[in-house]
């Protein structure tokens, strides 16, 4: 049975031969030029006639390869379930003045 989005029989994988391998050749051939490509940066990075943006790039990309790029994480600290985290929201809810209730008319009867 053929499904809408699908070719293949189920049970068998839709990629039988797995993600391809990546090429270490071109990544051996472009750390040939990263004399290179580290000097291209440091000329852009310090042509004062070169737009602003791609002077700041050109910055940023030569301290993340001398140093590395800026550690992103967060850190989250959660000590209540859902259940306690719902409860507390009802009970903060149910704190607050009363509200009036609105009057309706009921209207065709």
């Known amino acids: 049975m053929v499904r809408w989005g699908r070719s293949f029989k189920k049970g068998s994988s839709g ?3 797995g993600r391809p391998k990546r090429d270490f050749d071109l990544a ?3 750390r040939d030029y990263t004399d290179e490509a580290i000097g291209t940066l440091v000329d852009i990075m310090t ?3 070169a737009p602003a943006s791609a002077r700041v790039q ?3 990309a030569v301290l ?3 140093y590395g790029r800026a550690p992103q994480s967060l850190t989250v600290e959660h000590q209540l379930s859902f259940g306690q ?3 507390k929201f009802l009970k903060e809810l149910n704190s607050g003045p009363p509200q009036p ?3 309706c008319k009921v209207v065709g009867k």
Do not use: K
């Open 101 to 103: 209730l609105r009057q």
């Open 64 to 66: 993340d390869r001398g």
């Open 15 to 17: 990629n039988p031969r």
């Open 47 to 49: 042509d004062n006639r």
């Open 58 to 60: 050109a910055a940023s």
């Open 28 to 30: 051996a051939i472009a």
């Open 85 to 87: 985290e719902f409860e």
